[in-house]
């Protein structure tokens, strides 16, 4: 264990909260801006059809309504849409911000609705009438690809709209001609969604004199929001202002401007007056992005001990008809991922993304994750199949410490991962052994009782635009410090997790301390919150920028104590001389003789407290986890019980161990809802049957099991040691439990390969 | 289409407040809108999530699912009117910022009214119990985690179960 500073490796209480629970926070829906209107959506009701018309004439005769806008009015002037991350050469991905000559899924936007109040876009969105000559839908993914018949997107020619070839070897296919043992087996995830509490929304100002864009967005990533808003109106991006409050959850959601978002920074372009656009629930359940919908094969080779020796993978994605972002395949990612925990030889990773008629997929925490997803379930199976434990399988195949430095077969390079001393934390948490004891009693008396794990290496994603971030720590003239950063909490906690990096390497008190982001006017550039990146990223920034402040300021108090820098020490917020209390200056004092008393000072004294730097991280840093659940199914009425549920989680240096564990819980709860409860369901006809929080069922307090923690540290190779593990939760959580309820379901000769597990899958499955 | 309006008066946070609404007008949006209040939040419009929860003559209800016109006359607490006058944050809202009960906020002030409503009308709820209380708001960041130990950290350090 790494031994804690004054800040770092606390469990500081958050300086966001106390606004947070008393109202005070400022979120896009709170935001007024004088003449603002407000805009609503027409959406279509038909999964895929010909738009033969648009009628808004009732619709444009209502008091109030400023303007109905469909493609012919709003498209004209707009320019080709890219997101940072997939570049502009990218296959082009199909994007129009309303729908034109056809309708591609139900929900598409065909026009905005432009009025005084919301109540009445409301009553106006519903007078326009449109037109539409139904297609046939296009939903089965494999039927989709040899379809070209029925197209999604007709201009493109054909439903995929990805592949990643598989690259055989030799010796991949000499591991599949020896093995003992070749298990295959093909896993489905369902459609589930991100579901941030706050929809997406924005309020977006063009001063038409000026020409100056302002928007006031719920986003992840001020300046991508920008970037966008710059290619797809042709603006210059210093004349677009982001600036992004309180931010309530994003999941991944809110990475990327979507169409809606888009068209409504053009209609406000268009009309020279404020518009925002609040989502309501039922339209962000229908159009706001859907994730998880994928299959999965995998063959794993085995020698007679169940040494892994070679894995193919195939992956079918459903990625519907406008994914975010570019063409919403994880596949390279899952491809560099798969081998994960294990020493895997060989491998061939292969994958087709399809484009359906339903709504697009956006990312959502971990959207490679069908890797683990489907990976983990087969070393339960292969498990089975062998006649082995599936702890004892692991224990065959994990990298181990003495493995390090470890190259995966995808060309990944471990250097501080721990994933056997995890593995063998959350099974001494759980009580395996014992455990396994109780269930064979139990089994006797007809109980079905399970146990659970899944292990998992989480990326911190820092490649390409993704691997830099910047912060400018400034003494003010108060002898308080300002960190401002590029980062975009929206939930993490950077507000205090920042303030701690920096007060620690700065020698400042947390509390004094303001911490400034997103506003693209005044802030580092910052390639937005996700990824896992902030651990690793944003706090090298912080560490970066105090650090090069610190040596400033002890430069300054070396000159005025006519000192040696390196006979000083930084405290508390004042600088001494070593082993001298009563030579300490105040921090306030130094900021005085800085910005109002330098005349005094003597040559060659810095007077500039503000340092801004930029911090470039390694592509990858990663960190490690193994999910144990303990389950209970009822044979009766399919209801799963969760027991127990412990994580062990090494995510290097904790700089603040609540807020981890706080990481961790929520995605492990939303790994749980996506197993037991929550299923984005279309109709046979392509009409979504769950857009209200009736249909959708999220997890509640009753719901949630008490999740237990571990922790082990093993310091990264970065200054500070951090890793990034924001997704990791939502990532192994969903096979950990599909494991248990397996093994719980073994008695009875059933596997399930099929999410959710809901209570009507496992009665289905207990019906002979 | 002829806009129909009515006159309502309310308590609001110990403060009287009158405001011209439509009929349809809800509560929730009178309170953000017309009396400035922007901490009661909306989350779904249709009664699930809970973001909305307000008192209403002591009552925590759903402010997206009553009218304005339905509040006429009544006693309205909404979360900015929790916390103790001179500043500083009430029990619950204490509790919620040491147990780590709340990561982006939006769904805090829900948690924040209804949690303060049932400990008043029950002040030695059993685990189970406050898990059941807490079950009609939605969290989306915490995996309910903070917000079942801040629940019986407020309720006074019950143990689950």
Known sequence: MTVAGRY?????????????????????????????????????????????????????????????????????GLHPMWQTMMGQDAPAAPFRPLADADVRYVGDPIALVVVESRYIAEDAAELVVADIEPLPPV???????????????????????????AAGSPELDAAFASAALVATETFHQHRYACVPMETRGLVAQWDPAGEQLTVWAATQGPHEFRAICGRVLGLPEPRIRVIMGDVGGGFGQKMFPMREEIAVVAATRQLGRPVKWIEDRNENLLGGGHAREEQMTVSVAADDAGHFTGVRVEQLENVGAYPFPGNGSTAMAGSMIFPGPYRIPALSYAARAVYTTTCGRCAYRGPWMMETVAREQMVDLLARRLGMDPLELRRRNVITAEDL???????????TVSPAQTLEQAAELIGYDAFRREQAAERERGRLLGIGLALYIEPSQSFGPLGTDGATVRLEPDGRVALVMGTASHGQSLETTMAQVVAEHLGCDLGDITFVQGDTAYVPYGAGTGGSRSAVVAAGAARQAALALRERIVTLAAAV????PSDLEVASSAVG????????????????????????????APVALEVTERFKAPPFTFSNACHAATVEVDATTGQVSILRYVVSEDCGVMINPMVVEGQIAGGVLQG??????????????????????????LPTAAEAPAIEYGHVETASRLPGGAKGMGEGGAIASPPALANAINDALAPLGIHLTRQPMSPAAIVAALTP | ??????????????TPRRAT????????????????????????????????????????????????????????????????????????????????????GFCTPGFVVSLTAYLRDHPMPSGAELRDALSGNLCRCTGYQGIIAAARRAAGGMEDQ
């Open chain 1, 8 to 76: 770092v490796g606390q469990s500081v209480r958050r300086q966001e909260d106390p606004r947070l629970l008393t109202g005070h926070g400022r979120y896009v829906d709170d935001i007024v801006v004088p003449g603002m209107l407000h805009a609503a959506f027409v959406r279509s009701s038909v999964p895929h059809g010909l738009l033969r018309g648009v009628d808004t004439e009732a619709a444009r005769a209502l008091p109030g309504v400023a303007a109905v806008l469909t493609a012919a009015e709003l498209h004209p």
């Open chain 2, 1 to 14: 289409m002829e806009t129909q309006v009515a006159q309502v008066a309310m308590t609001v946070n110990g």
């Open chain 1, 672 to 697: 749980i809802g996506g197993v037991l409860y929550e299923h984005m369901v279309y109709d046979g006809d392509g009409n979504p049957l769950t857009t209200t929080f009736l249909d959708y069922l």
């Open chain 1, 405 to 415: 430095p470890f190259t995966t077969a995808s060309g990944m390079v471990y250097e």
């Open chain 1, 561 to 564: 104590l006519e000192a040696a």
């Open chain 1, 577 to 604: 001389v070593r082993g001298d209390p009563a030579s300490a200056l105040p921090f306030a004092k130094l900021a005085g003789l800085a910005y109002f008393g330098h005349a005094a000072l003597p040559e060659g």
């Open chain 1, 139 to 165: 939903l089965d993914t494999s039927a989709a690809l040899g379809d070209t018949a029925s197209l999604v997107h007709p201009e493109l020619g054909s439903n995929l709209a990805g592949e990643l070839p």
């Open chain 2, 21 to 104: 609404v439509e009929p349809r007008k809800t509560l929730a949006d009178t309170l953000r809108e017309d009396f400035g209040l922007t901490g009661t939040h909306l989350g779904c419009e249709h009664g699930v999530c809970g973001a909305c929860t307000v008192l209403v003559d002591g009552a925590a209800i759903r402010a997206c699912l009553m009218f304005a016109v339905q509040a006429d006359g009544s006693e309205v607490v909404t979360v900015e009117g929790l916390a103790p006058a001179g500043g500083g944050l009430s029990a619950v809202q204490r509790a919620f910022r040491e147990e780590h009960g709340l990561q982006c």
